[in-house]
């Protein structure tokens, strides 16, 4: 969010019960995480007629103001995951979220350099397996089958195309996928990968789909989750 696009999404998202019973928001969710955006946001998603849950994204942490933005969207009733999870009772159904904003880390072919880069691109490339392990345990512990994985950085390769390559291990990191395959997860979201592509899939099969704005070019996408569903991996 950002002056620009104030009021953009909301009238969709108000509308938002007639095609969806639960809105996810993967991250980068203001421009630079001022206190001005974070009004924009919260005034976006007022009043949205179902169940909100996001995950934070770098931008949202400029400033250090992460904490902030995540104390306001909890206070308008949003879910803010990180390294956690929630379950919520939808029409009878339970379904559980695991979420984190996840980090760069590499993908095979495309590892990255770790130890090279300023702070900050060293502390991203660490942090990248580091909450893969916590989206794991998030993963694991939701008390149902019906699993959703949420995450800023990208799990796969797939949904990057389009981006240059070069860029390829800052943008995500494997192991993410490889978390939202053995914590049995149903779907995973992501954001980040502005120039990317909206679908993908890990190792097992599991539909990956990146919700970046520049990438949808609409408020919101739609996606299906079959309750109780084996994941693709225990299927075959």
Do not use: W
Not at 161 to 170: H, M, T, W
Not at 178 to 200: I, K, Q, R, S
């Amino acid at each position: 969010m950002r002056a620009a696009v104030s009021g953009r999404f909301r009238p969709d998202f108000l509308r938002l019960a007639a095609d969806a019973d639960i809105l996810l928001l993967a991250g980068d969710l203001t421009d630079g995480a001022t206190e001005a955006e974070s009004d924009l946001l919260c005034a976006e998603l007022d009043g949205v007629p179902v169940p909100v849950v996001a995950v934070l994204g770098n931008h949202d942490h400029d400033r250090r103001s992460g904490y902030r933005i995540a104390a306001r969207l909890t206070a308008l009733g949003v879910h803010v995951l990180d390294g956690t999870a929630i379950t919520l009772e939808i029409k009878g159904i339970r379904l559980g979220v695991a979420g984190v904003m996840g980090g760069s880390g590499g993908f095979p072919g495309y590892p990255g350099a770790p130890d090279e880069g300023s702070a900050e691109h060293r502390a991203r490339m660490r942090r990248g397996p580091l909450d893969a392990l916590r989206l794991r345990q998030a993963l694991d512990s939701i008390d149902c089958e019906t699993r959703i994985a949420l995450t800023h950085f990208a799990p796969v390769l797939d949904t990057l195309a389009g981006e240059p390559p070069k860029i390829y291990p800052g943008l995500g990191c494997h192991e993410l996928a490889a978390a939202v395959d053995a914590g049995g997860a149903l779907l995973a979201v992501h954001g980040h990968a502005h120039g990317g592509t909206e679908f993908g899939r890990t190792q097992a099969g599991v539909p990956v789909r990146n919700v970046s704005h520049p990438v949808l070019g609409r408020a919101y996408a739609v996606y299906e989750v079959v309750p109780g569903a084996r994941p693709p991996a225990a299927a075959g």
